[in-house]
T-cell receptor, first 118, second 112 residues
Framework: GAVVSQHPSRVICKSGTSVKIECRSL??????MFWYRQFPKQSLMLMAT?????????EQGVEKDKFLINHASLTLSTLTVTSAHPEDSSFYIC??????????????FGPGTRLTVL | GEDVEQSLFLSVREGDSSVINCTYT??????LYWYKQEPGAGLQLLTY?????DMKQDQRLTVLLNKKDKHLSLRIADTQTGDSAIYFC????????????FGTGTRLQVTL
């Protein structure tokens, strides 16, 4: 159980185009979803936190107009990178959180999406 | 601010024990976690420890927490080649879907 999928797994696009990445919790309802960015050989940096039906909370330094997040349902969140540029090339990972009893709310991570902007 | 640090690289021989260390600065951390990331993949939660605990053991994994020194370690007994991956420690404040702050990651290489 607790599987999170991301689509696409890999995308190459031209500079100036927009790219949408989907994150789905397959067998559970996620009250909260998180979007992370990971540069090569570096740690994960939280970009934003989203709750179903409300606006996402962005971390300091993350442009909300560039990285549009839509959390349409308890099983789907989308990240759209608008007007992508080469510096947006990165590995984007989502996670979905579900309440737990007797322990922390666990974040289940998707397999990641590798974005390359030419 | 929050700062979580790890050594970058560790190499061990198959069958030996691995110890991966992590230091953090935020004393209000409630839960501390260890995640595993294989190449090109997302993160897999290995284990977590509540901040009022000193030790937690789960099969081949042993987590030690020294809250006074803000030091966390993950020991993997009988390390196997399949354990080769990047290991991240992480902390959260309340554990209730709050954001995770990840360490810099330690690449574990298991040699034959």
């Amino acid at each position: 159980g607790a599987v999170v999928s991301q689509h696409p797994s890999r995308v190459i696009c031209k500079s100036g185009t927009s790219v949408k990445i989907e994150c789905r919790s397959l067998d559970f309802q996620a009250t909260t979803m998180f979007w992370y960015r990971q540069f090569p050989k570096q740690s994960l940096m939280l970009m934003a936190t989203s709750n179903e039906g409300s606006k996402a909370t962005y971390e300091q330094g993350v442009e909300k107009d560039k990285f549009l997040i839509n959390h349409a349902s308890l099983t789907l969140s989308t990240l759209t990178v608008t007007s992508a540029h080469p510096e947006d090339s990165s590995f984007y990972i989502c996670s979905a959180s579900t309440p737990a009893t007797g322990g922390p709310d666990t974040q289940y991570f998707g397999p990641g999406t590798r974005l390359t902007v030419l | 601010g929050e700062d979580v640090e790890q050594s970058l690289f560790l190499s061990v021989r198959e069958g030996d024990s691995s110890v991966i260390n992590c230091t953090y600065t935020d004393s209000s951390s409630t839960y501390l976690y260890w995640y595993k990331q294989e190449p090109g993949a997302g993160l897999q939660l290995l284990t977590y420890i509540f901040s009022n605990m000193d030790m937690k053991q789960d099969q081949r994994l042993t987590v030690l927490l020294n809250k006074k020194d803000k030091h966390l370690s993950l020991r993997i007994a009988d390390t196997q080649t399949g354990d080769s991956a990047i290991y991240f420690c992480a902390e959260s404040m309340t554990g209730t879907a709050s954001k995770l702050t990840f360490g810099t990651g330690t690449r574990l290489q298991v040699t034959l």
